[in-house]
């Protein structure tokens, strides 16, 4: 009777040390999700701001761009105005 309580404290003893390690592991594969959301939702973030940040320097340049081309356009119509005056 006495060696069947040992045995019997034994697996209880084993299963819970076993239980307690798992239930560790657990809260540690949380806490690294927990943090790996977090790092996600950072990641998304920058995402945005990088892809706001191109889109204004893409408008900014493509402003640069047509003042440029009516510019020119101006000083074409100038040269051919003169080139026509000189004949």
């Known amino acids: 009777m006495?060696?069947?309580?040992?045995?019997?404290?034994?697996?209880?003893?084993?299963?819970?040390?076993?239980?307690?390690?798992?239930?560790?592991?657990?809260?540690?594969?949380h806490t690294d999700f927990k943090s790996m959301e977090r790092d996600m939702t950072e990641v998304k973030t920058m995402a945005l701001v990088i892809k706001t940040e191109f889109k204004n320097s893409y408008d900014l340049l493509n402003q640069k761009v047509e003042y440029l081309e009516q510019r020119i356009n101006k000083?074409?119509?100038?040269?051919?105005?003169?080139?026509?005056?000189e004949k």
Not at 2 to 29: D, P
Not at 75 to 85: A, C, S, V
């Open 2 to 29: 006495e060696n069947e309580i040992t045995v019997s404290v034994f697996f209880g003893f084993t299963s819970s040390v076993l239980l307690a390690v798992v239930a560790y592991f657990i809260r540690q594969l």
């Open 75 to 85: 000083i074409e119509l100038n040269q051919i105005k003169n080139q026509d005056n």
